[in-house]
């Protein structure tokens, strides 16, 4: 026992720590913070492996908000199928149709097997036009690490009633009562109300770090659709931001001395951001993107985009325990919405034909340039 004593202050190594096994979660390989899955695996590896606990992800809302609202049901799906506790929060829709929107999960095993011959049978065939793509990364859409972390989804179908009741999911709707409150510190008292009963869902269901049972801890799945939206606004729009980026600080408070990940979605198309409202969210968020959906603009017909539904920005990473943000591995990132599955790729470029109109353009440019430059040639002309 000495010896071994000896031989670690001589190494300077600490003992190491085991983490808790929770159920649904994994360690970061890069800080081994505990992590859980988004419900979408592309996602997940984007942002870095999936949501820290204790962290708030925020998803800005496209100009319709219909793929936000998506990516939100794979989040709480997720939650369901780990037999995680879920607290759903919206005014625009009621809860309850969000819960019997879920899709249902689906088979793996089977799934990956098709990502991994896609992916085989593109990159085994050599690339004649855009041979420079033939090693480029691409996102990786299957679960790794050996172990169930992040599951499959088919949007054409909707999750059993058998698992939903089962399920352990909690449905806020706001309390007319609360109105009355004259301590209330929000001028939208809806803010409060919900504060109110994220707070109580941890206290009644032991998410607290200092009340958490490692056998028994669970992460609460927090889901907060279209916060910020017209429901949500006060007498005045300066009120409207207060409350918004109040609520955010209150909330991120709660979620730092808990087991439990909060996902709220905004549609910043409603603001007109004079006082930087959406930049203070992104600050007070942990990991925070942007949905850019091309429809209604002019990149619905633009031919690059032509595969795909919309572009994803990265807006933050997360930066727990860390001096800096985490570190972007790609920055085009566009999503498209196929009939069962939403998916995350990288943007390439398409290959440029001969008989494509900007080959044209350049070959009467290229041609028209000779002409002018005469009859003497160069070495270097070709």
């Not at 870095?48 to 998803?59: D, E, Q, V």
């Not at 017209?230 to 980026?245: A, Q």
């Not at 017909?301 to 591995?329: E, R, V």
């Amino acid at each position: 026992m000495a010896s071994d004593a000896k031989t670690t202050i001589l190494s300077g190594s600490k003992p190491k720590t085991k983490l808790p096994t929770i159920s649904g979660t994994r360690p970061s390989l890069r800080n081994s913070q505990l992590l859980i899955s988004t419900g979408i695996p592309s996602l997940d590896s984007t942002i870095g492996g999936g949501l820290p606990i204790g962290s708030i992800f925020l998803i800005e809302e496209d100009k319709y908000g219909f793929n936000a609202k998506i990516v939100l049901k794979y989040y709480m799906a997720e939650g369901i199928v780990v037999s995680q506790p879920v607290l759903i929060a919206s005014q625009d829709v009621l809860p309850s149709q969000l819960v019997s929107g879920l899709p249902a999960v689906i088979d793996d095993s089977q799934e990956c097997i098709k990502s991994n011959e896609y992916t085989k049978t593109n990159t085994d065939e050599p690339m004649k036009i855009a041979w420079r793509y033939q090693n480029l990364k691409i996102v990786d859409p299957t679960p790794t690490g050996g172990q169930t972390f992040g599951h499959y989804y088919d949007l054409t179908k909707q999750m059993p009633q058998d698992l939903l009741k089962n399920a352990n999911i909690k449905q806020w709707e706001n309390n007319e009562e609360t109105m009355l409150n004259k301590n209330n510190k929000f001028k939208n008292a809806a803010y409060s109300d919900l504060l109110c009963t994220i707070a109580k869902s941890l206290d009644d269901g032991k998410h607290y770090i200092s009340e958490a049972r490692d056998k028994e801890t669970k992460i609460l799945r927090i889901a907060i659709h279209s916060l910020g939206s017209r429901l949500w606004l006060s007498d005045t729009e300066k009120d409207s931001n207060c409350d918004l980026v109040k609520f955010f600080y209150c909330f991120r408070a709660l979620l730092r001395q808990s087991y439990a990940v909060g996902v709220v979605t905004v549609p910043v198309t409603n603001f007109d951001n004079t006082d930087n409202v959406i930049e203070r969210l992104e600050h007070l968020s942990d990991i925070a993107i942007r949905l850019e959906s091309f429809a209604g603009s002019s990149k619905e017909i633009n031919p690059l985009f032509k595969d795909y539904h919309g572009l994803l920005h990265i807006k933050k990473l997360c930066a727990l325990n860390g001096l800096s943000h985490g570190s972007l591995q790609y920055r085009d990132l566009v999503f498209k919405l196929r009939r069962k599955k939403f998916l995350i790729e990288v943007l390439h470029l398409p290959p440029e034909f001969d008989d494509t109109t900007q080959r044209e353009q350049d070959e009467s440019i290229t041609s028209s340039i000779g002409c002018m430059s005469g009859s003497h040639k160069s070495a270097l002309d070709f």
